[in-house]
């Protein structure tokens, strides 16, 4: 404790530019990011002058907002020269030889804190826009209000590609769906007896209700109650599928 007041000490008589320890004029504020690119990203806000005691550190997905974590301090009066280390790690995905490929960057900048909005500090956003950078605002007032002050007015809007790639993941769950309910039904039709053995195994050690009332695999019953099962399975699948599609942006 003793050793940590000394290195408390020292900083503050080595006149760093944002210290919340070296003064009673310091508050605490809530950390919020907001991510206008493409990519996910993480922060983490830290003071230059103690760089490894760092603040938030929550994931944010490409064209959204994070939610609340604690906390950065800022001091009371604005002056010109206040700083923050803002550290970053983010994620780009490429299409290497047929295959996806996620590659990681970690990346440390010092970046200014603007002059607070109506000459108050407030909670601190961490912004990443579009084409990477990194700027932090001081503010109560959110990104759609009109105080805002940041240079992007707005909460992220996805673009048109992401909301296609994301909309292509639906698609594929759906008629992975109608695929395979296609194919259970062909192979009910191929091979009966055997299909039914088959279901009966695996309703045996996953969902013994699902068998419940049949005397086994042979049970004619049971092949009418797989078939039923498919049909109506296929059909919703192919409605969803059908819905999917309707959405495409």
Same mark, same amino acid.
């Given at each position: ?5 000394n ?11 944002f ?6 004029s ?21 003071d230059?002058?103690?760089? $490894?005691?760092?603040?938030g ?44 490929k ?5 990346d440390?900048?010092?970046? $200014? ?19 990477g ?27 048109l ?7 292509e993941?639906y ?9 395979l ?6 192979q ?5 007896e055997?299909?039914?053995r ?6 045996k ?9 049949f ?8 092949v ?21 599609m309707?959405?495409?942006?």
């Amino acid at each position: 404790m003793i050793a940590l007041r000394n290195t408390t000490i020292l900083a503050c008589l080595l006149g760093a530019a944002f210290l919340a320890a070296c003064s009673e004029s310091a508050l605490n504020f809530n950390l919020h990011g907001v991510n206008y690119s493409g990519e996910t990203f993480s922060y983490a806000v830290a003071d230059p002058a103690t760089p $490894d005691q760092v603040s938030g550190g929550e994931l944010i997905d490409p064209f959204g907002a994070g939610g609340t974590t604690c906390c950065a301090s800022l001091p009371k009066e604005w002056r010109p020269g206040i700083k923050l280390h803002v550290r970053t790690t983010y994620w780009t995905e490429k299409r290497v030889n047929g295959e996806n490929k996620i590659s990681e960057f970690k990346d440390v900048r010092l970046v $200014d804190v603007p002059p607070y909005v109506e000459g108050k500090p407030g909670e601190l956003w961490v912004l990443r826009d579009a084409s990477g950078g990194v700027s932090v605002i001081s503010s109560d007032y959110q990104p759609d209000h009109p105080k805002w002050p940041g240079e992007v007015k707005g909460w992220p809007v996805p673009s048109l590609a992401y909301q296609r790639e994301r909309w292509e993941l639906y698609r594929k769950h759906e008629q992975g769906g109608v695929d395979l309910f296609s194919s259970l039904l062909k192979q009910l039709r191929d091979s009966p007896e055997a299909h039914a053995r088959e279901a009966w195994e695996y309703a045996k050690k996953n969902d013994p209700s699902e068998i419940k009332g049949f005397s086994g695999p042979d049970d004619p019953r049971y092949v009418v109650f797989l078939r039923e099962d498919y049909k109506l399975s296929l059909e919703r699948s192919k409605l969803l599928l059908e819905n999917v599609m309707k959405a495409r942006p």
